[in-house]
């Protein structure tokens, strides 16, 4: 991805396109106004969020939900559900006409934008649309399981590879539009949309190949892998093959004096008066946003992989060492992650990465402040453990807990910081 030559230093990459930041970024805290993060040119909501209703607006701010929770026992105070009309003109089902704000506030999968926006991450998509065209022999005359089809690209790719039967199971009301583009697409006979929770499906046989793009912010946001662990289990054929198979999960020091002013200290002093308090608050939230790849400080570390043939539910609550040498004399303010994930059982590797140091993608990279600035020296190194586990009250947030040890020339910092993704 092109950089603004005139770029400041700071963990934010320039904005190219819309200098707005997304009014709502799931998994982390809203970065407004002029701030350097927003990605080149990309719709401000973004496609992990749920979509904002316009009116009426609920008093807390929404869940990063999946349609899946909105399915089940209500959480917390809901607008009341809508009333369902019980002899629907189809038409007006596909055309969504049923749905009011509050609807797909509490299904944002439901509406069209958030699809939009995945499907227009090029990076993403045509990584799966590579390791599944150009990996025919993995898809020809299998049968394929598509895990949250959403519109149906995933499956339209697998039929166009020659699989014998796709099927393509979504929970969210995009599951009606995916029907009416298989038919168009004259895909009828091949694909079967299943509108479904993924727990809840039955299918008629085992499945050769199961595809699924499941990565929420820092990975494992979310947790619709759970969905698609279930699906291996209860429906992969011995030997059978997932699209992805490999996910990793990275970490690195960044020097990003700039933005923490704006973004944290920033409450130290609003027009005289004193909101420290709420400071405390803002360290706790990572960001979600776009980070210079110039300013990382450190060689990354990974510090976590998964194999998704064997991955298990309870993997996904772990704690892992890390250690970074850092690379320049410089300040760090912050550790960021990001993520992987590969594709390797296809003829040729192929890999989606969400680093700083490679083109933008949706998922961006997630800053966690840290209250005290490292100051580093040229081959230091940075010891630490990164706890990472589903909040105990909404699993789909995530608690993360980070320790570093850094005994540098300048300084030394021995601290645990506790962050929630929600
Ligand atoms: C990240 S989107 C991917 C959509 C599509 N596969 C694509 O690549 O553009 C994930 C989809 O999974 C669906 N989903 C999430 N949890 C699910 C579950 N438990 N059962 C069925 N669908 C689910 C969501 O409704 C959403 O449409």
Same mark, same amino acid.
């Given at each position: 991805?092109?950089?603004?030559?005139?770029?400041?230093?700071?963990?934010?990459?320039?904005?190219?396109?819309?200098?707005?930041?997304?009014?709502?970024?799931?998994?982390?805290?809203?970065?407004?106004?002029?701030?350097?993060?927003?990605?080149?040119?990309?719709?401000?909501?973004?496609?992990?969020?749920?979509?904002?209703?316009?009116?009426?607006?609920?008093?807390?701010?929404?869940?990063?939900?999946?349609?899946?929770?909105?399915?089940?026992?209500?959480?917390?105070?809901?607008?009341?559900?809508?009333?369902?009309?019980?002899?629907?003109?189809?038409?007006?089902?596909?055309?969504?006409k049923d749905k009011t704000s509050s609807d797909y506030y509490w299904n944002s999968y439901a509406h069209f934008s958030i699809h939009e926006q995945m499907l227009k991450?090029?990076?993403?998509?045509?990584?799966?649309?590579?390791?599944?065209?150009?990996?025919?022999?993995?898809?020809?005359?299998?049968?394929?399981?598509?895990?949250?089809?959403?519109?149906?690209?995933?499956?339209?790719?697998?039929?166009?590879?020659?699989?014998?039967?796709?099927?393509? =199971?979504?929970?969210? &009301?995009? /599951?009606?539009?995916?029907?009416?583009? +298989?038919? %168009?697409?004259?895909? @009828?006979? *091949?694909?079967?949309?299943?509108?479904?929770?993924?727990?809840?499906?039955?299918?008629?046989?085992?499945?050769?190949?199961?595809?699924?793009?499941?990565?929420?912010?820092?990975?494992?946001?979310?947790?619709?892998?759970?969905?698609?662990?279930?699906?291996?289990?209860?429906?992969?054929?011995?030997?059978? =093959?997932?699209?992805? &198979?490999? /996910?990793?999960?990275?970490?690195?020091? +960044?020097? %990003?004096?700039?933005? @923490?002013? *704006?973004?944290?200290?920033?409450?130290?002093?609003?027009?005289?008066?004193?909101?420290?308090?709420?400071?405390?608050?803002?360290?706790?939230?990572?960001?979600?946003?776009?980070?210079?790849?110039?300013?990382?400080?450190?060689?990354?570390?990974?510090?976590?992989?998964?194999?998704?043939?064997?991955?298990?539910?309870?993997?996904?609550?772990f704690t892992a060492p890390f250690q970074l040498k850092a690379t320049r004399t410089d300040f760090a303010h912050a550790l960021i992650a990001w993520f992987d994930v590969?594709?390797?059982?296809?003829?040729?590797?192929?890999?989606?990465?969400?680093?700083?140091?490679?083109?933008?993608?949706?998922?961006?990279?997630?800053?966690?402040?840290?209250?005290?600035?490292?100051?580093?020296?040229?081959?230091?190194?940075?010891?630490?453990?990164?706890?990472?586990?589903?909040?105990?009250?909404?699993?789909?947030?995530?608690?993360?807990?980070?320790?570093?040890?850094?005994?540098?020339?300048?300084?030394?910092?021995?601290?645990?910081?506790?962050?929630?993704?929600?």
């Amino acid at each position: 991805m092109k950089q603004n030559q005139n770029q400041k230093k700071g963990n934010q990459k320039q904005n190219q396109g819309q200098q707005k930041r997304p009014p709502q970024q799931k998994g982390g805290q809203q970065a407004q106004g002029q701030a350097k993060g927003t990605a080149q040119g990309q719709n401000p909501a973004s496609p992990r969020s749920p979509a904002q209703p316009k009116s009426p607006t609920p008093a807390s701010p929404p869940r990063a939900q999946s349609p899946a929770d909105a399915m089940q026992v209500d959480p917390a105070p809901q607008p009341a559900p809508p009333q369902k009309q019980p002899d629907q003109n189809p038409e007006d089902k596909l055309l969504q006409k049923d749905k009011t704000s509050s609807d797909y506030y509490w299904n944002s999968y439901a509406h069209f934008s958030i699809h939009e926006q995945m499907l227009k991450d090029r990076v993403r998509t045509n990584a799966y649309k590579r390791s599944i065209m150009e990996n025919a022999h993995l898809i020809k005359n299998k049968v394929v399981l598509d895990v949250g089809c959403g519109t149906g690209i995933l499956s339209l790719f697998a039929a166009k590879a020659g699989a014998a039967h796709v099927y393509a =199971v979504d929970c969210s &009301d995009i /599951a009606i539009q995916a029907q009416q583009i +298989v038919i %168009d697409n004259g895909f @009828k006979d *091949k694909i079967t949309v299943i509108h479904s929770k993924m727990e809840d499906v039955t299918l008629p046989c085992k499945v050769d190949v199961i595809l699924s793009e499941w990565m929420g912010y820092f990975l494992l946001y979310e947790s619709m892998l759970n969905t698609v662990i279930y699906a291996r289990d209860r429906f992969l054929a011995p030997g059978g =093959v997932i699209l992805p &198979d490999k /996910a990793s999960l990275y970490i690195a020091t +960044v020097e %990003d004096a700039e933005y @923490k002013a *704006k973004k944290i200290e920033f409450w130290d002093n609003v027009y005289g008066f004193n909101m420290g308090c709420i400071k405390k608050v803002a360290y706790i939230e990572p960001i979600v946003d776009t980070v210079n790849g110039e300013c990382l400080n450190s060689l990354p570390c990974r510090f976590f992989t998964i194999d998704l043939n064997t991955v298990k539910e309870s993997d996904l609550s772990f704690t892992a060492p890390f250690q970074l040498k850092a690379t320049r004399t410089d300040f760090a303010h912050a550790l960021i992650a990001w993520f992987d994930v590969d594709f390797s059982r296809v003829h040729k590797p192929l890999s989606l990465t969400t680093s700083p140091k490679a083109p933008y993608t949706h998922w961006k990279q997630t800053v966690f402040y840290l209250e005290d600035v490292l100051i580093l020296s040229e081959g230091d190194t940075i010891s630490g453990t990164i706890d990472v586990r589903p909040n105990q009250k909404n699993p789909r947030d995530l608690d993360i807990k980070i320790n570093v040890d850094y005994e540098g020339k300048w300084n030394e910092v021995h601290k645990t910081q506790e962050y929630l993704l929600r």
